[in-house]
């Protein structure tokens, strides 16, 4: 499942979850803006489980919540969904908003211009 499919909430706690690699209810109530009661944060975590966002392993009595896509993947699927969003799937357009929103230093300058060139050079090979 995409988390395109996701609700903001729901979003909110899977970037918990990656960030922290595992986590409990407490710790994902205690990392969520303007946070809701425990037993939400526990059905919501239930809702991902059904809907196969997340797992979870026995920690004593405790459930402690893990994703079941590797964040590569949900990196990929996040950039995609960015992508076509916001930026009509134009890369140029999401480097574009990069360079002048978050004014990248010179050095980072030059390692998107090797990047680009990279891009390049493989698109003649293939």
Known sequence: METSTLSRRERQIMDIVFRRGRATAAEVLDDLPDPPTYSAVRAALRLLEEK??????????????????????????????????????????VVNALIEDARPSPAELERLAKLIDQARREEEQS
Do not use: I
């Open 52 to 93: 196969g966002q997340l797992k979870h392993e026995m920690d004593g009595k405790r459930y402690v919540y893990l994703p079941t896509t590797p964040r590569s993947r949900a990196r990929t699927n996040a950039l995609h969904h960015l992508l076509r969003t916001f930026f009509n799937g134009s890369p140029e357009q």
